[in-house]
Nanobody, 120 residues
Framework: QVQLVESGGGLVQPGGSLRLSCAASGFTFSFYAMSWYRQAPGKERELVATISSAGGSTNYSDSVKGRFTISRDNAKNTVYLQMNSLKPEDTAVYYC?????????????WGQGTQVTVSS
């Protein structure tokens, strides 16, 4: 079955770095655009970064541009989010998302999330 398993979250001090990973299985990873979303307590889930299926195109929210980098390894069925210069406002549960548009509609898969806490 389809699985997206995030890892790499944790507690980090402001200004620190973390690298999130999302391991995919159960579908053809290289066919899907991959994204990272996050949801802070009391807030809506927001899109953080997206990478195209082949990895040639990336997009970032204004709040993380210049600090976060999304990448993927299609040979390992894994997408990453390198987070640098972390701020307390980056505290959230981070979710991995796989999305593909087909003639039948949209395939859309989610991971279970990993907690990132930025605090001194």
């Amino acid at each position: 079955q389809v699985q997206l398993v995030e890892s790499g979250g944790g507690l980090v001090q402001p200004g620190g770095s973390l690298r999130l990973s999302c391991a995919a299985s159960g579908f053809t990873f290289s066919f899907y655009a991959m994204s990272w979303y996050r949801q802070a307590p009391g807030k809506e889930r927001e899109l953080v970064a997206t990478i195209s299926s082949a990895g040639g195109s990336t997009n970032y929210s204004d709040s993380v541009k210049g600090r976060f980098t999304i990448s993927r390894d299609n040979a390992k069925n894994t997408v990453y989010l390198q987070m640098n210069s972390l701020k307390p406002e980056d505290t959230a549960v981070y979710y991995c998302n796989a999305r593909r548009r087909t003639i039948l509609g949209i395939d859309n898969y989610w991971g279970q999330g990993t907690q990132v806490t930025v605090s001194s």
